[in-house]
């Protein structure tokens, strides 16, 4: 069902920078300013790092970052440390109050 | 800060239907939509559907055919999501979380998220 294509798994060692690319359309992605990010620990609900393509609410490390070129939107993990171990799943808004995700990134920690 | 109550787990047949309750607290049905958002085992998350309660409007995935019903009670702040014609397919945590209003529209982010409802297909 997933619509927003994420790479299955990034890695890095601690304190190296990672990017999860979220590849989608003119439809999605690219028409609206509204790509978030998402983090999932095992056994937990998901967690919203990043909105707005590029805004982090409060309470959000700095080392979490967005950005956006047309149809494809990225997040950055700078300074990667062991707790930022998860997956993480892009969202978009798609028009007329729906919304598709990514299928999902496993991030690890070396 | 809206907090997001889920109903228990469910263990359902195939063909029968589930129905789903989130209790918002800390926040109004006025400023906020209610969205479902699903994750099957081992698999991704996937919107199901959403309701704005002040309005009593609801939009869900075209990949569930008609078969997801969205409500609200405003006299307790809860929404619900029934589910028909369930097959194993369906079996998933179920989640529930909030858009908020901003200015004019909506901030189309989910947060927060309640903690969750497993619904189990099976013969």
Request: aromatic share 10%; net charge neutral; with cysteine.
């Amino acid at each position: 069902h997933s619509v927003l294509t994420q790479p299955r798994s990034v890695s890095g060692s601690p304190g190296q920078s990672v990017t999860i690319s979220c590849s989608g359309t003119g439809s999605d992605v690219g028409a609206y300013p509204y790509v978030s990010w998402y983090q999932e620990h095992p056994g937990r609900s998901p967690k919203l790092i990043i909105y707005g393509v590029n805004k982090r609410p409060s309470g959000v490390p700095a080392r979490f970052s967005g950005s956006q070129s047309d149809n494809t939107a990225s997040l950055t993990i700078s300074g990667l440390q062991a707790e930022d171990e998860a997956l993480y799943y892009c969202s978009s808004y798609a028009g007329t109050y729906t919304y598709v995700f990514g299928n999902g990134t496993q991030v690890t920690v070396l | 800060q809206v907090q997001l109550v889920q109903s228990g787990a469910e263990v359902k047949k195939p063909g029968s239907s589930v129905k789903v309750s989130c209790k918002a607290s800390g926040g109004t049905f006025d400023t906020h939509a209610i969205n479902w958002v699903r994750q099957a085992p081992g698999q991704g998350l996937e919107w199901v559907g959403g309701i704005i309660p002040m309005f009593g409007t609801s939009t869900s995935a075209q990949s569930l055919l008609g078969r997801v019903t969205l409500t609200a009670d405003e006299s307790t702040t809860t929404t619900f999501l029934e589910l028909s014609g369930l097959t194993v397919e369906d079996t998933a945590v179920y989640y529930c979380t909030t858009v908020a209003r901003f200015g004019d529209g909506w901030d189309h982010k989910f947060d927060p998220w309640g903690q969750g409802t497993r619904v189990i297909v099976s013969s």
